[in-house]
């Protein structure tokens, strides 16, 4: 075993992690499915001689010959099913990779009762919901809850009375809206307890909207950004949910794994951290942009919605400038030029349209589904 293992090290970040910062000292351990990898990934990875280890999170035998290799220094969990629409139905598979993959990880570690040095747990902004608001009059924090199907069918979008706040796990409570949020905070939770209780520096870095190249340019649950590069490269515009009102903190897939370089380092102190560019964009805004850059249709505003989405989303960066030493580097322009030309190099097909259960679930959760 290397000095330190990545669980879904084959995937978007992953593969970006041993690219920006070489693989002498890293083993990965990943299962290689197709729904989450994109063949770019995959594909670099093995032209390295990254030390690589095939096997599922899921599956006991599979955690148990992974550390019977012996226990790195530094442990990274990326494995994760992700992708908010589709969690809301397929419940047993987020819980199973999210939350029971990660508790078998920790349990076979407790059992050796042998410990990395740190922990670093890549999560996400799905944490927190709908997020942190400001009562307009009396100045007040609030939660406010799960938008409901009648309300987004009735075009009520937003929240009167209310402004959005950037997100902060020092200042504000989780309070997630969809599954895949639920299972995010649980693996959270599930770490830090664990850790705590065995004096592992545990990092947890919740982050924003990933993008860059390496993203999966077929799995329509992720990666807003692909799918509207699927819609401009055909000539159509894109149609921008809630009225082009939905706002989001998009951060470059280098500047993540510069945060997890840090963590890694420990340079910081354990705990926590929200990880974004810290700038709010409307969807539209940066769908304008895309099509700016590509000469693409000019997008269109839409009153469709999407289930367990939120409303509004940006991270309050100060605490990983204050105490991990991360700042974002890489401009929304300049990430958005790399990933255009990353999707047109990669001629990519049309995403699938009929939204079905996909094929490559992780056999040992074949039952629960």
Not at 189 to 212: E, H, K, P, T
Request: net charge negative.
């Amino acid at each position: 075993m290397k000095e330190t293992l990545v669980i879904g090290g084959a995937g978007f970040i992953g593969s970006r992690f041993l690219h920006d910062f070489g693989c002498d000292d890293v083993s990965v351990f990943d299962n290689l499915s197709s729904v989450v990898h994109s063949p770019q990934s995959v594909q670099n990875l093995m032209a390295t001689d990254v030390d690589f280890i095939h096997g599922d999170i899921t599956a006991l035998t599979d955690i148990r010959a992974l550390f019977a290799r012996g226990v790195p220094e530094n442990l990274i969990l990326l494995a994760a099913e992700t992708g908010t629409g589709r969690s809301l139905q397929n419940c047993a598979l987020n819980s199973g990779v999210n939350v029971m993959g990660t508790a078998l990880v920790l349990d076979e570690l407790s059992r050796l009762g042998h410990f990395p040095k740190r922990v670093i747990l890549t999560s996400s902004r799905a944490i927190y919901g709908e997020g942190p608001y400001r009562h307009n009059d009396t100045g007040a924090l609030h939660y406010p809850a799960q938008r409901s199907a009648a309300d987004l069918r009735a075009g009520r979008f937003g929240f009167d009375g209310l402004t959005s706040l950037a997100m902060n796990a020092q200042a504000h409570l989780p309070n997630p809206s969809n599954i895949y949020g639920t299972t995010k905070l649980c693996q959270e939770n599930l770490l830090r307890n664990w850790a705590q209780s065995f004096q592992v520096d545990a990092y947890i870095l919740r982050l924003q909207n990933v993008y860059g190249a390496g993203q999966s340019l077929t799995n329509p649950y992720t990666g807003v950004l692909i799918q509207f590069l699927h819609h401009i490269t055909q000539n159509r515009p894109v149609q921008i949910y809630e009225n082009g009102g939905i706002t989001r903190d998009f951060v470059h897939v280098s500047d993540v794994t510069r945060a997890i370089q840090h963590a890694l380092t420990g340079v910081g102190a354990p705990g926590i951290y929200d990880i974004g560019s810290g700038q709010r964009k409307t969807l539209f805004a940066v769908a304008e942009a895309l099509c700016d850059l590509s000469g693409g249709p000019l997008p269109e505003r839409c009153d469709q919605y999407r289930l367990g989405d939120v409303r509004h989303a940006v991270a309050d960066i100060s605490a990983a400038q204050a105490k991990l030493g991360w700042t974002p580097e890489i401009s929304l322009q300049e990430g958005l030029a790399e990933l255009i030309t990353f999707f047109a190099d990669q001629q990519p097909p049309a995403p699938p349209t009929k939204r079905t259960f996909p094929v490559g679930m992780p056999a040992s959760l074949a039952a629960w589904v």
